[in-house]
């Protein structure tokens, strides 16, 4: 039986990020590539948007150039683009009267948007007492859903994930450092004006925020701060992710916070990569770790 090619797209500050991976005995990454692109997706989109064409051919060139076989493809929304929060809710609550509580929600903080205008999605978190369950809630803007699955059809491939790239990242954290699960760390994302910032603990993502900083040392340490506050800890290490991430920042982060374990995410420390990847490709892999994440997961 043949193996199977998954393919993953990101998006960073109008970058293109691209992984290929081969689903096999074990995974192995084929084919990273990244380019610019016309698109906004933190803009406002639709499944008729004239941008549909655009990306789809910078996509296909892409594709062509660096000879993608994947049939597969999932997409990483930017969480700019998305509705993200950790909400208590009820766990008397049955599902139907879970996605009104969820739409209910989403309308407190978009107070014009209808029930139907968004996506939503909930993740429930581990239980920490008895009356009422955190959660992830996400909602995508129905419109961008339309956008990518339409460029998915004008790619002739099939759809396998729409998720936020923060939350795709995690695939690739825990591929790449089991021993994670052993200690709560912190994973960023660096996206130029802006951080993604999340607890992962016991191999799962716990916690999240996202800040509006042009300077990531001050965002990190209001997070690290919020930390402190509210669950009175300090993670074991903090792993980094994005096209913003440099040695400079590694080092003044390890630094400032006296976190000896601050290091730029390593995408193929332990995922196999083949050998026609670039050199520059694999000492960057940090850029890469949404669409690797991404296309790691076969269902």
């Known amino acids: 039986m043949s193996a199977t090619r998954y393919l993953g797209i990101s998006f960073y500050n109008n970058h293109l990020q691209l992984a290929e991976v081969e689903h096999g005995k074990a995974p192995q990454v084929t084919v990273l590539a990244e380019q610019q692109s016309e698109v906004d997706l933190n803009g406002s989109l639709s499944g008729t948007d004239p941008q549909i064409a655009t990306l789809a051919a910078e996509l296909k060139q892409m594709m062509k150039r660096n000879k993608v076989r994947a049939e597969i493809i999932s997409f990483a929304v930017p969480t700019d683009a998305v509705f993200i929060n950790v909400i208590p809710v009820d766990i008397d609550l049955y599902e139907g009267d ?90 960023f994302g660096l996206r130029g004006d802006s951080l993604d910032a999340s607890v ?78 670039s050199l520059p490709m694999r000492n960057e892999s940090q850029k890469f770790a949404a669409a690797i994440g991404l296309a790691l997961r076969s269902k």
């Open 98 to 187: 879970l996605q009104k509580h969820l739409q209910w929600e989403l309308a407190q903080y978009n107070p014009s948007a209808g029930p139907r205008d968004f996506v939503i999605d909930s993740h429930a978190l581990p239980l920490t007492n008895t009356e009422a369950q955190d959660m992830f809630m996400v909602g995508v803007q129905r419109g961008t859903a339309a956008f990518i699955q339409k460029v998915t059809a004008e790619l002739n491939l099939t759809m396998n994930i729409i998720d936020i790239d923060q939350f795709s990242t995690e695939k690739t954290l825990i591929a790449n450092y089991p021993e994670i699960l052993e200690h709560d760390i912190v994973l």
């Open 200 to 277: 992962i603990h016991e191999g799962q993502m716990t916690d999240y925020r996202l800040y509006h900083e042009n300077d990531a040392t001050k965002a990190v340490r209001d997070y690290l701060k919020y930390l402190g506050e509210r669950y009175n800890s300090r993670p074991a290490g903090l792993l980094l992710h994005g096209i913003n991430v440099t040695q400079d920042i590694v080092m003044t982060l390890r630094e400032e916070t006296g976190i000896k374990q601050t290091v730029a995410l390593n995408s193929l420390r332990k995922v196999s990569a083949s050998d026609k990847l």
